[in-house]
């Protein structure tokens, strides 16, 4: 053997680098028994090769190993299901899929502020941490830095909170519009983006403990003003996305989801439709399905 491939991946991007090697490197053999996750420093010629897969490679003048990996690395050449992947946490991040997903989550947070903010909103930090409930929106986890073995009674046997921290019940929010609200009335147009929690004790999933919440707030805005924003906002930001990530989001069509470009194009390309609460009464009533519910 007088020569080898190195498939290299620094998180610059989505599709690794490949590297070639040959025996003129003083360190060829332990090159050659490098395993899978090790950690190599690279120095050489970056060349073209339009006529292979990748539209260029490295061919090495130097390979350093910095840090070793061994035969039993959990990551190999093979696709791993979700469920293994959640027992190797820590590695998972280095996977095809987690990286697409990352990559894209990372470029949608982006497309939303940029969208918010060319349209003249300003982004609102509301509390993640509260005494109100807005809205009763949902069960709500609750924050506290008392002894839990040894809560503080009132005379009357109740938690005595003027013992915790704030001096009140406090817990993580379900939303921060009650805040955004303040705001839109000195701003006119504000938005929140950020973590939400709800303690709902839903195993599904479409039900999640923990997730990031855009809330936008207009003051003189209507309805029609409503949907209209949320319309170009999903655009905005699929077309950024298809835009700027189109590496990652051809892994998906092809490996996670089979059509899922042509059904954001379509989105896309697509005015929404719009249709009132007594239309829809009437459209169910219509149907001839059975529903489980009353219309």
């Excluded at 190195?6 to 003129?24: A, E, M, R």
């Excluded at 003189?220 to 996305?241: G, P």
């Amino acid at each position: 053997k007088t020569f080898g491939f190195i498939v290299l991946n620094d998180g610059t991007c989505f599709k690794p680098l490949q590297v070639v090697y040959s025996d003129k490197l003083d360190n060829f053999s332990e090159v050659s028994k490098t395993n899978i996750g090790a950690a190599l420093i690279v120095k050489g010629k970056l060349v073209a090769t339009p006529n292979a897969k990748q539209p260029f490679e490295i061919q090495a003048n130097e390979v350093y190993v910095e840090g070793e990996s061994t035969p039993d690395y959990p990551l190999q050449k093979k696709r791993h299901s979700f469920e293994y992947l959640r027992t190797i946490s820590h590695l998972r991040p280095r996977t095809n899929t987690f990286q697409a997903v990352f990559r894209v989550r990372s470029l949608c947070a982006y497309a939303i502020h940029k969208f918010f903010q060319e349209q003249g909103f300003v982004y609102v930090h509301t509390p993640l941490i509260t005494g109100s409930d807005c809205e009763g929106a949902g069960e709500m986890f609750q924050v506290t830095t008392m002894d839990l073995n040894n809560v503080p009674k009132t005379e009357e046997g109740k938690v005595d909170y003027t013992e915790d921290f704030f001096g009140k019940p406090t817990n993580l929010t379900v939303s921060g519009q009650l805040n955004g609200e303040t705001y839109a009335m000195a701003f006119k147009k504000i938005y929140t983006f950020g973590p939400t929690f709800r303690a709902e004790n839903s195993n599904t999933t479409r039900h999640a403990a923990e997730f990031w919440m855009i809330e936008p707030e207009i003051a003189f805005a209507d309805l029609a003003d409503d949907m209209e924003l949320a319309e170009a906002m999903i655009k905005y930001v699929i077309k950024y996305v298809l835009e700027n990530a189109p590496e990652e989001m051809n892994f998906f069509n092809s490996f996670v989801d089979k059509g899922l470009l042509d059904r954001l194009n379509h989105v896309i390309n697509s005015e929404f439709g719009r249709v009132t609460y007594t239309e829809a009464i009437k459209l169910l009533e219509e149907h001839n399905d059975k529903f489980e519910y009353k219309v």
